[in-house]
């Protein structure tokens, strides 16, 4: 039976307080090593990791190996990195604080419309509030 491979990028989101882990299929290879080509070749965020898992094709039984964990360089994993994608969270919700300012300072210079500068307010309300609770 033909099997595939289904490559999920996985990474830390944030929420006021708490967080996740988010995780979204992003590539299927048809073997192993066409996946881990293509987690090699793709670059993502530090701190977010790739699940590697086999299917088999057209079968509705879900079952299989277990899933197998490695990082956005593409180096095998025994877990997954939470506490480091926790704290590149952090880094990356504060890096987008920045930007969004930086981005509306622009919005404001140039006369933009008032309603692209508003849902930049909203972004920026919305990124402020999910780092609520985190150091």
């Known amino acids: 039976m033909k099997t595939v491979w289904v490559i999920s990028h996985c ?23 066409a996946a881990l080509r293509l ?15 086999e299917f088999r094709v057209d079968d509705f039984q879900v079952r299989g190996r277990a899933a197998e964990l490695y990082s956005r360089e593409g180096r095998p994993l025994r877990s997954e990195p939470r506490e480091r994608g926790y704290r590149a969270a952090i880094a990356r919700y504060r890096k987008d604080v920045g930007r969004i300012r930086a981005q509306m300072t622009t919005f404001r210079s140039e006369g933009r419309p008032k309603r692209d500068v508003a849902v930049l307010e909203k972004a920026l309300r919305s990124t402020r509030s999910c780092l609520k609770g985190h150091a």
Do not use: C
Request: charged residues 25%; proline residues 8%; hydrophobic residues 40%.
């Open 11 to 33: 990474e830390v989101y944030l929420k006021p307080g708490t967080w996740a882990v988010d995780e979204m299929p992003q590539f299927v290879a048809s073997s192993k090593d």
């Open 39 to 53: 987690i090699r070749a793709t670059w993502v965020d530090p701190g977010t990791w790739w699940r590697l898992e």
